[in-house]
């Protein structure tokens, strides 16, 4: 059954998508936040790991790359999870997961158990949260589809900047195992208020023994367009992790005070939040097909910002916000956009899918840029590299998107 079959019958009510898609969106929201906020409050739990255990940055610091690899090669099973059971018992599961990781981690008597239950239960926890709950999403929306995206993922953004502090100040009141006793009970109350929430829309249900309309993950797979969207996000994943690492150690080495080149981090944050809000809305008007595309080529031409900087903060701030911005819309669209080309039935197993392609860009892109940077004491041609990739991701972009054509659809086989 073609796509634009599913997309015809449900812009019947395009004036009147259903009520409870928005909360949805927000439960979703809450949910993100809550596991990104976990994610990222890591660096507040940093130093007091380190002195406590007299561990050495490299050991601390696999804790956080062990979460990170599960939640994304694992996203991919969640979604799965979430087609076959739906989203509110698997991100539930999730939440438990991480309130349990970060229970056990208060108990740790060594940074090996720390990385085991820190690690592992964050790491599945929000693998088994992310993509089921953002996949719950596109499926309840048609006219606004990009628009509701982009406030859930929002989350994301909104658990960063907040979570961090309330780690910091839960550190400084209760010592860091308290803190994580804490933390893992908020998880627990409001994660799971949120995932609780979360349910199927109504195309996404089989109905009369039939499967909902759109592709198999099988099927999805084996189409050009995500081949070219897989590529797409392993390209473009050092351009959007490597500034996460990097951009302030480069304000640093320009004479910069620490507080400023640490609010670069923070800026890149804004701008994230603000292009999920935005240009999820701007791109249901402009086509998100088409705003995907500019939105990779704003990301590469960001770094040229960073190129010209020469130590020059006003330079690297724009450099920053320019990669938020581009970053946070990215995120924002493509779970639309995967709900375009392939459907509902399995949206949330080819988000998570695709989102394995971004593993390599958050694990090696900041590692390689690290290594480039020491053998030639400049981030010049740590530029010149995420430059390239972005465009060759420009271009992966555009031959994934192609076949979406007004009046034209990815067409799945005669079994769905």
Same mark, same amino acid.
């Given at each position: 059954?073609?796509?634009?079959?599913?997309?015809?019958?449900?812009?019947?009510?395009?004036?009147?998508?259903?009520?409870? *898609?928005?909360?949805?969106?927000?439960?979703?929201?809450?949910?993100?936040?809550?596991?990104?906020?976990?994610?990222?409050?890591?660096?507040?739990?940093?130093?007091?790991?380190?002195?406590?255990?007299?561990?050495?940055?490299?050991?601390?610091? $696999?804790?956080?790359?062990?979460?990170?690899?599960?939640?994304?090669?694992?996203?991919?099973?969640?979604?799965?999870?979430?087609?076959?059971?739906?989203?509110?018992?698997?991100?539930?599961?999730?939440?438990?997961?991480?309130?349990?990781?970060?229970?056990?981690?208060?108990?740790?008597?060594?940074?090996?158990?720390?990385?085991?239950?820190?690690?592992?239960?964050?790491?599945?926890?929000?693998?088994?949260?992310?993509?089921?709950?953002?996949?719950?999403?596109?499926?309840?929306?048609?006219?606004?589809?990009?628009?509701?995206?982009?406030?859930?993922?929002?989350?994301?953004?909104?658990?960063?900047?907040?979570?961090?502090?309330?780690?910091?100040?839960?550190?400084?009141?209760?010592?860091?195992?308290?803190?994580?006793?804490?933390?893992?009970?908020?998880?627990?109350?409001?994660?799971?208020?949120?995932?609780?929430?979360?349910?199927?829309?109504?195309?996404?249900?089989?109905?009369? *023994?039939?499967?909902?309309?759109?592709?198999?993950?099988?099927?999805?797979?084996?189409?050009?367009?995500?081949?070219?969207?897989?590529?797409?996000?392993?390209?473009?994943?050092?351009?959007?992790?490597?500034?996460?690492?990097?951009?302030?150690?480069?304000?640093?080495?320009?004479?910069?005070?620490?507080?400023?080149?640490?609010?670069?981090?923070?800026?890149?944050?804004?701008?994230?939040?603000?292009?999920?809000?935005?240009?999820?809305?701007?791109?249901?008007?402009?086509?998100?097909?088409?705003?995907?595309?500019?939105?990779?080529?704003?990301?590469?031409?960001?770094?040229?910002?960073?190129?010209?900087?020469?130590?020059?903060?006003?330079?690297?701030?724009?450099?920053?916000?320019?990669?938020?911005?581009?970053?946070?819309?990215?995120?924002? $669209?493509?779970?639309?956009?995967?709900?375009?080309?392939?459907?509902?039935?399995?949206?949330?197993?080819?988000?998570?899918?695709?989102?394995?392609?971004?593993?390599?860009?958050? $694990?090696?892109?900041?590692?390689?840029?690290?290594?480039?940077?020491?053998?030639?004491?400049?981030?010049?041609?740590?530029?010149?590299?995420?430059?390239?990739?972005?465009?060759?991701?420009?271009?992966?972009?555009?031959?994934?998107?192609?076949?979406?054509?007004?009046?034209?659809?990815?067409?799945?086989?005669?079994?769905?």
């Amino acid at each position: 059954m073609p796509v634009s079959a599913f997309s015809s019958a449900a812009s019947a009510s395009i004036d009147d998508e259903p009520r409870y *898609g928005w909360v949805v969106v927000w439960a979703t929201f809450t949910a993100l936040a809550v596991i990104f906020g976990v994610a990222y409050s890591f660096a507040a739990f940093f130093e007091s790991f380190a002195v406590e255990f007299n561990a050495p940055r490299a050991q601390v610091s $696999l804790v956080f790359g062990l979460s990170g690899l599960l939640y994304f090669v694992l996203g991919a099973f969640g979604g799965m999870l979430a087609d076959r059971f739906g989203p509110a018992r698997v991100t539930s599961a999730g939440m438990v997961c991480i309130a349990l990781g970060l229970l056990g981690a208060s108990f740790a008597g060594s940074m090996a158990q720390v990385t085991w239950a820190y690690g592992l239960g964050v790491g599945i926890g929000i693998a088994l949260v992310y993509t089921p709950a953002i996949g719950s999403v596109p499926p309840w929306f048609v006219r606004r589809r990009g628009f509701a995206s982009g406030i859930a993922s929002a989350g994301i953004g909104a658990g960063t900047l907040v979570m961090p502090l309330v780690a910091a100040w839960a550190i400084q009141s209760l010592h860091w195992r308290g803190a994580l006793r804490v933390i893992a009970l908020g998880v627990l109350l409001a994660g799971l208020a949120a995932t609780l929430r979360l349910r199927r829309a109504p195309v996404a249900r089989a109905t009369g *023994g039939l499967p909902p309309a759109g592709m198999t993950l099988r099927e999805a797979i084996r189409t050009p367009a995500f081949a070219w969207m897989y590529l797409c996000c392993v390209l473009a994943g050092p351009s959007q992790f490597i500034p996460f690492a990097h951009v302030s150690a480069a304000a640093r080495d320009a004479g910069i005070a620490e507080a400023q080149a640490v609010g670069l981090v923070g800026l890149i944050g804004i701008g994230s939040l603000t292009g999920r809000f935005t240009i999820g809305a701007l791109a249901d008007r402009l086509g998100r097909a088409r705003s995907l595309i500019l939105l990779q080529l704003a990301l590469g031409a960001s770094f040229v910002l960073w190129a010209l900087a020469d130590g020059r903060y006003p330079m690297l701030a724009a450099f920053a916000v320019g990669v938020g911005l581009s970053y946070g819309g990215i995120v924002a $669209l493509l779970p639309a956009l995967m709900m375009d080309l392939f459907g509902a039935r399995a949206v949330a197993s080819i988000i998570g899918t695709l989102y394995t392609g971004a593993a390599f860009g958050n $694990l090696a892109g900041p590692w390689i840029a690290g290594r480039v940077f020491d053998a030639t004491g400049s981030y010049m041609p740590v530029i010149v590299m995420c430059l390239v990739l972005s465009a060759a991701a420009t271009v992966a972009n555009w031959l994934a998107v192609r076949p979406v054509r007004p009046g034209t659809a990815i067409r799945s086989s005669p079994s769905s």
